[in-house]
């Protein structure tokens, strides 16, 4: 089946510092999706990213779609304390009818030192 | 508010016992699905239903059942062959069965005693 690496598994930085992500995947994908998830709660989506080459901003964060197909990045700049959860990609490849559910990467769980 | 709910927030069942998850929307979605995440993990597809009266199983279906009499609701039972329940358990929605945006529920942490 499809597999999702995502890394860093864990990030350790300072409140204001810049913050990169990144999956891939072991198909082409044509949807990704970057999904946050705090302690106890349902993931919620971020940015969503439908077409090969495209750059999405949703605040401070920013998300693209690798022309590959097969990777995605997210980027957040001038992190601050809110950030702090599991980041997680997803994404969905058609090949197969493309009527289940989403393949996740294990997540990117970022922590933020005052 | 337009959301997906999901209840009890905790759940724990003792050995032999079958327990059921509520998922509730009223986004008017057609496709439900259900996930298991368990620590350090990824979320795993159990179930899924495009639609009313429909639903396939995922990667991770055995020892669980589900049920899609309303549009609205998608149930989940862990019954008694789900050797290792223990898990956080995640029900999403989204508008068709072929639209990729999923919007998930708060989530049941299920413990078994």
């Known amino acids: 089946g499809q597999q999702l690496n995502q890394s860093p598994q864990s990030m350790f930085i300072q409140e204001g510092e810049d913050v990169s992500m990144n999956c891939t995947s072991s198909s082409i994908f044509n949807t990704w999706l970057w999904y946050k998830q705090e302690p106890g709660e349902g993931p919620v989506l971020l940015i969503a990213l439908y077409k090969a080459g495209e750059l999405t901003s949703n605040g401070r964060l920013t998300a693209q779609f690798g022309i590959t197909r097969k990777d995605s990045f997210l980027n957040i700049s001038a992190s601050i304390p809110s950030d702090v959860g599991i980041y997680f990609c997803?994404?969905?490849?058609?090949?197969?009818?493309?009527?289940?559910?989403?393949?996740f990467g294990k997540g990117t769980h970022l922590i933020i030192q005052p | 508010d337009g959301g997906i709910t999901q209840s009890p927030k905790y759940l724990f069942r003792k050995e032999g016992q079958n327990v059921t998850l509520s998922c509730e929307q009223n986004l008017n979605h057609d496709a439900m699905y259900w996930y298991r995440q368990d620590p350090g993990q990824g979320l795993r597809l159990i179930y899924y239903?495009?639609?009313?009266?429909?639903?396939q199983k995922g990667d991770i279906a055995e020892g669980y059942s589900v049920s899609r009499e309303k549009k609205e609701s998608f149930p989940l039972t862990v019954t008694s062959a789900q050797k290792n329940p223990t898990a956080f358990y995640l029900c999403?929605?989204?508008?068709?069965?072929?639209?990729?945006?999923?919007?998930f529920g708060p989530g049941t942490r299920l413990l078994v005693l």
């Open positions: 997803a994404g969905r490849d058609h090949s197969g009818g493309g009527a289940d559910g989403l393949t």
């Open positions: 999403a929605s989204s508008i068709s069965a072929n639209q990729e945006t999923q919007y």
């Open positions: 239903s495009q639609i009313v009266n429909d639903f």
